[in-house]
């Protein structure tokens, strides 16, 4: 049937798009004011009517995912940028998606250029006469008084687009957005570089949970993958000093960035004996640091950053498995569950730390490919912390993405991205039955993957794909499913 072909699957997620985007102008996460009559809250049955729209085309738009994974995974040659282009298009006048923190950025780039500390208070210092004040009155209530825990670098380009849009909330959304498809591209230019053709740029690239929640809702975790991910790629092909700065610009994103500078040293440490070693621990985090320091310096926002790192960890999140355990514990055997579930905490990013390590680890003996080991660090960083958001597990699915997408690790973290895409509504809230529905496309999503595994395979060049020029060192060794999901010798 044609509606299980390539085309039949391009046309249907195109309009699964086009719903979720026509959906979200009812049941959106509009502003409070400043829609200019555009994005307007219309009455709760239109709201109703565009949820149950949008869920349904996001319904369509996951299940024509996977089924041209499928496709592409059987050895189906086809143009999956027109796909994406396709997919991507519907939702560029939408407005936000499934989380209000574009507001939060608004509202940060506003109170750079109107002279706040943005380090040590949140949107609501904005008044009434304020570039960004309608932004601000729309940030989530968590982040309202919250701090800014992202880098200078961004929140430069955030203040670069409030002024050229005078702050007016939709002019401001459509600026980050063309900033979000920028982040797109360089995804899909450091991908091909790794020589991932169709399938790698399927997952990591035409993933539903990137459109949704980097497209559609803009967050800057599309921007900071993109620069990290290029800047392991210029690693692998022997130019390590570019790619730690480019590094180096994604920690002044966000700081998970940091992870990739590892991956990069052991590149850098491999067939270099106890001094090769040493560059490697020491160089990439000179160049990145170096670059922190003079973004922060010449950003005139300071080093304040470094101590909003944590601020997220404040704000319970129920994916966050460390934070539900912490608290479960606590509530059972302490009257204030504070101490014991910030305790937990800790001991999961600990754990987090102890699985990097014993991944570049084996990279460096050979063992795992650095990119995949860094892929997977990124996905433990994110199972074990303190704050989990959906769309953190692209962090290491595009990674990963980019050199193993076939096999068992990639087919897992397709089911996971699959999952995760229906745990907020597009107007940014977390009902009970957005967890049943994600439980319910995960354990069919599971039972599917142990029934039909895809092969492992070397990857698929085309498209264009370039693939990279590896330093000087020996290649690690082919990997088996085992290794790709971390398992131990």
């Given at each position: 049937?044609w ?9 249907l997620?195109?309009g699964?798009a086009l719903?979720?985007?026509v959906?979200g ?5 509009l502003p ?7 994005w307007e809250?219309?009455?709760s ?9 949008a869920?349904?085309?996001l319904?369509l738009l996951?299940a024509?995912w ?7 995974a059987r050895g189906l040659r ?19 998606l499934?989380s209000a923190d574009?507001y ?5 780039g506003?109170m750079?250029?109107e ?14 006469g ?10 989530g209530g ?5 701090p ?16 050229l849009t005078?702050g007016?909330v939709?002019?401001?959304v459509?600026g980050l957005?063309?900033?979000?498809l920028?982040?797109?591209a ?10 991932g ?9 035409l993933?539903p949970?990137?459109?949704?929640h ?8 599309g921007?900071?993958i ?5 800047g392991?790629?210029l690693a692998?092909?022997?130019r390590?000093?570019?790619g730690s ?12 960035a940091a992870?990739?500078?590892l ?8 067939g ?9 621990l020491?160089l990439p985090?000179?160049?990145a ?16 950053w470094?101590r909003t790192?944590?601020?997220?960890a404040a704000i319970?999140t129920?994916l966050?498995?460390?934070s ?7 509530l059972?055997?302490a009257?204030?569950?504070d101490?014991?579930?910030?305790l ?5 990013l600990?754990a987090?730390l ?10 460096y003996?050979g063992r795992?490919?650095p ?6 660090s990124l996905v433990a960083?994110?199972a ?5 958001q959906?769309?953190y ?8 993405a980019?050199v ?5 690790a990639?087919q897992?973290?397709?089911v996971?991205?699959a999952?995760?895409?229906?745990e907020?509504?597009p107007?940014g809230?977390?009902?009970w039955?957005g967890?049943?529905?994600?439980g319910a496309?995960?354990v ?5 993957v142990?029934r039909e595994?895809?092969p492992?395979g070397?990857?698929?060049v ?8 590896r330093t000087?060192g020996p ?6 499913d085992s290794?790709?999901l971390?398992?131990?010798d």
């Amino acid at each position: 049937m044609w509606v299980f072909s390539a085309s039949g699957c391009r046309w249907l997620g195109a309009g699964g798009a086009l719903a979720v985007a026509v959906g979200g102008w009812a049941a959106g996460t509009l502003p409070v004011r400043g829609g200019w009559g555009l994005w307007e809250p219309r009455g709760s049955a239109v709201e109703v009517a565009g949820a149950v729209l949008a869920t349904l085309g996001l319904t369509l738009l996951v299940a024509a995912w996977w089924r041209y994974g499928v496709l592409l995974a059987r050895g189906l040659r086809d143009g999956v940028l027109a796909t994406l282009a396709c997919w991507t298009a519907p939702l560029l006048l939408a407005p936000p998606l499934h989380s209000a923190d574009v507001y939060s950025y608004i509202a940060q780039g506003a109170m750079v250029l109107e002279g706040h500390d943005v380090y040590g208070a949140g949107p609501s210092v904005l008044g009434p006469g304020d570039l960004g004040a309608d932004a601000a009155a729309s940030v989530g209530g968590n982040w309202t008084h919250t701090p800014a825990p992202y880098g200078p670098a961004f929140l430069l380009l955030a203040a670069g687009v409030v002024k050229l849009t005078g702050g007016a909330v939709v002019p401001a959304v459509l600026g980050l957005r063309l900033v979000a498809l920028g982040a797109l591209a360089l995804i899909v230019w450091a991908v091909r570089g790794f020589g991932g053709g169709g399938g790698a740029l399927w997952l990591a690239a035409l993933n539903p949970l990137l459109l949704v929640h980097v497209v559609g809702g803009m967050h800057n975790d599309g921007l900071m993958i993109g620069l990290m991910l290029g800047g392991v790629l210029l690693a692998t092909r022997g130019r390590w000093v570019l790619g730690s700065v480019l590094v180096g610009f994604a920690m002044m994103i966000k700081s998970p960035a940091a992870v990739a500078l590892l991956f990069i040293g052991v590149l850098l440490a491999r067939g270099g004996g106890v001094r090769g070693l040493l560059k490697g621990l020491v160089l990439p985090g000179a160049v990145a640091g170096a670059v922190a320091a003079g973004a922060s310096v010449l950003a005139g926002t300071g080093f304040g950053w470094l101590r909003t790192q944590s601020v997220a960890a404040a704000i319970h999140t129920p994916l966050s498995l460390t934070s539900d355990v912490g608290l479960g514990l606590g509530l059972l055997v302490a009257d204030d569950p504070d101490p014991v579930k910030a305790l937990v905490q800790k001991v999961g990013l600990l754990a987090a730390l102890a699985v990097i390590a014993a991944l570049a680890w084996r990279a460096y003996r050979g063992r795992l490919d650095p990119v995949l080991g860094l892929g997977l660090s990124l996905v433990a960083l994110v199972a074990l912390s303190p704050m989990v958001q959906p769309w953190y597990l692209l962090w290491g699915t595009v990674v990963a993405a980019a050199v193993a997408w076939r096999g068992r690790a990639g087919q897992v973290l397709a089911v996971l991205s699959a999952a995760l895409v229906y745990e907020t509504q597009p107007s940014g809230h977390t009902p009970w039955y957005g967890f049943v529905l994600a439980g319910a496309v995960l354990v069919v999503g599971l039972v599917w993957v142990r029934r039909e595994p895809w092969p492992p395979g070397a990857g698929d060049v085309g498209e264009g794909a370039v693939p990279p020029q590896r330093t000087s060192g020996p290649r690690p060794a082919v990997v088996p499913d085992s290794a790709e999901l971390g398992s131990s010798d």
